[in-house]
């Protein structure tokens, strides 16, 4: 899935780690190293990196995940509900807010099968094959379990929710770790313009030292605004 810097703005990666050139702000062009658009490729991966931590989304407008795979063994006892409905798989999708599915896809040894095709949806679990609980992302599979393997359910489905401005209510918290994931990959790539880093760090802060402190910072910033999950529906 690929986005645009939206939760942050490139330029705001530079002001926030003071980046400086010859003495003066360091302002991103086309024609500066690094590039704006090559700091707008970090930030997008840390802000779809943060998405997937906290399970949320606040930009405007849905999202596509294709082919997100999961693996299912018969042996996975936690991801089996047993009730009046009989044997259930619960899959947790990596996002929630779900809006629509274009493929359920499950490996049947030497093929795929899809249930957005060839099933049926719906609550009512004694004659459906699935159903999903749009709000928390969770995935309830009744019938046609797939065959034993890794990665032998693939997914392909839209997400969020169209807000307005929603980038705006963000977290602050979370801003932060887009800015702490972002660096922790530019600071290996461009380490020079984090010169007052490595000066803070009293000598202790090599590049990857920094890149490993920032990346856990963030994300415990996304650990404590993860969603949880909503009660199984079927146990």
């Known amino acids: 899935m690929v986005t645009v810097a939206q939760y942050v703005e490139a330029q705001q990666i530079v002001d926030y780690f003071g980046w400086t050139k010859d003495g003066e702000q360091f302002i991103l062009t086309e024609d500066s190293v690094p590039s704006i658009a090559t700091v707008e490729e970090y930030v997008s991966a840390a802000e779809e990196e943060v998405e997937k931590e906290t399970r949320r989304n606040w930009r405007d407008g849905f999202k596509s995940v294709v082919d997100e795979y999961h693996s299912w063994s018969y042996r996975d006892q936690a991801m089996i509900r047993r009730g009046?409905?009989?044997?259930?798989?619960?899959?947790?999708?990596?996002?929630?807010?779900?809006?629509?599915?274009?493929?359920?896809?499950?490996?049947?040894?030497?093929?795929?099968?899809?249930?957005?095709?060839?099933?049926?949806?719906?609550?009512?679990?004694?004659?459906?094959?699935?159903?999903?609980?749009?709000?928390?992302?969770?995935?309830?599979i009744h019938t046609n379990f797939p065959s034993q393997g890794k990665d032998n359910i693939k997914l392909t489905y839209k997400y969020g929710e169209f807000v307005a401005a929603a980038a705006d209510d963000m977290p602050k918290p979370l801003k932060k770790a887009v800015y702490q994931l972002a660096g922790s990959?530019?600071?290996?790539?461009?380490?020079?313009?984090?010169?007052?880093?490595?000066?803070?760090?009293r000598g202790a802060g090599q590049y990857q030292q920094l890149s490993d402190n920032w990346r856990e910072q963030g994300y415990m910033q996304c650990d404590r605004h993860r969603s949880q999950k909503a009660y199984n529906l079927f146990s």
């Open 84 to 140: 009046i409905y009989g044997n259930i798989i619960t899959i947790d999708l990596y996002y929630e807010n779900i809006q629509s599915f274009t493929k359920l896809e499950l490996w049947e040894g030497d093929t795929w099968k899809d249930l957005v095709i060839s099933g049926t949806e719906g609550q009512a679990m004694f004659n459906e094959d699935y159903f999903i609980d749009k709000k928390s992302g969770r995935l309830y």
């Open 185 to 201: 990959e530019m600071v290996i790539t461009h380490g020079s313009l984090f010169q007052y880093a490595i000066e803070d760090s």
